[in-house]
């Protein structure tokens, strides 16, 4: 079973579209939204059950240029 984590991210000024597509093209969310307030973008995204969580955000998100800060909320079975 994957982990489902969403994690909100910050772009630098007039750089939103480029962020999100350079996470669309690579492929490794469920959903991606553009919002408002304090981030720009929400990406729903499963972490794969062997992966670390960290090191799999680190490696496979947070390298993409133009992403300012993160913000990563993780979720759990309530029932």
Do not use: W
Not at 29 to 48: A, N, Q
């Amino acid at each position: 079973m994957s982990t489902c984590v969403f994690i909100q991210i910050r772009c630098k000024p007039g750089t939103t579209y480029q962020v999100a597509e350079d996470i669309a093209l690579r492929e490794i969310h469920s959903e991606l939204f553009s919002t408002s307030g304090e981030y720009d973008l929400l990406l729903k995204l499963y972490i794969p059950q062997d992966q670390d969580v960290g090191h799999f955000i680190n490696e496979n998100l947070l390298d993409i240029p133009y992403i300012e800060r993160s913000l990563t909320t993780m979720t759990f079975k309530a029932f």
